[in-house]
């Protein structure tokens, strides 16, 4: 690995901002991370930085990246984000196989469950709705590979972000959690 990958690597790893995505660069590198769905893409930053993760430790296989964002169905409640058409552009530019889709977790992640098989990675965005999430935790054990891990960003008291890996046994409680539907 040339110098110049190994101190981006580094630094992604150890001193990028905000500090909560360097948990996120570190699983990248640990798991050896080829799939990566992310719930709620914001400004697109931090899929690029976690493609370029992937594809400096993952060697010469190919990377996925699946992005599900509401893209310019976003409130200014939802905060800052970009357009679909940007965002493709954006991440099209990393040379890794992207797939975005527009919606909610809870509504995009059922259609999509089956063809996000064996994915490494999962990041929920803390700017997902609550109830979207819980609708979502049902799809997640099909959707997760058998090494693959799944965090949750989530908003602190303060304003501080975290995220947080969610277990294998508290992903399987959770999708075993009923919803409540509107009748």
């Not at 609550?130 to 997760?144: D, E, M, T």
Request: proline share 5%; glycine share 10%.
């Amino acid at each position: 690995m040339p110098a110049t990958t190994l101190l981006k690597a580094l630094h992604l790893k150890w001193f990028s901002q905000p500090a909560a995505n360097r948990a996120l660069y570190r699983a990248i590198g640990r798991h050896k991370v080829r799939r990566i769905l992310e719930c709620g893409i914001g400004d697109g930053q931090r899929a690029v930085r976690m493609i370029e993760m992937a594809q400096r430790t993952a060697s010469a296989t190919e990377v996925s990246y699946t992005g599900i964002d509401l893209f310019e169905g976003r409130s200014a409640a939802d905060g800052p984000g970009v357009t679909l058409k940007l965002a493709h552009r954006l991440l099209r530019g990393t040379g890794a196989k992207v797939h975005l889709l527009p919606g909610d977790i809870g509504s995009t992640l059922p259609t999509a469950a089956n063809s996000l098989t064996g994915t490494d990675l999962v990041i929920i965005s803390a700017r997902q709705h609550p109830a979207s999430i819980q609708r979502a935790w049902f799809y997640l054990p099909r959707i997760v590979g058998a090494s693959g891990v799944v965090y949750l960003e989530r908003m602190q008291p303060g304003g501080k972000l975290v995220v947080q890996q969610i277990l294998p046994d508290e992903i399987e409680r959770l999708a075993q959690t009923p919803t409540r539907r509107a009748a």
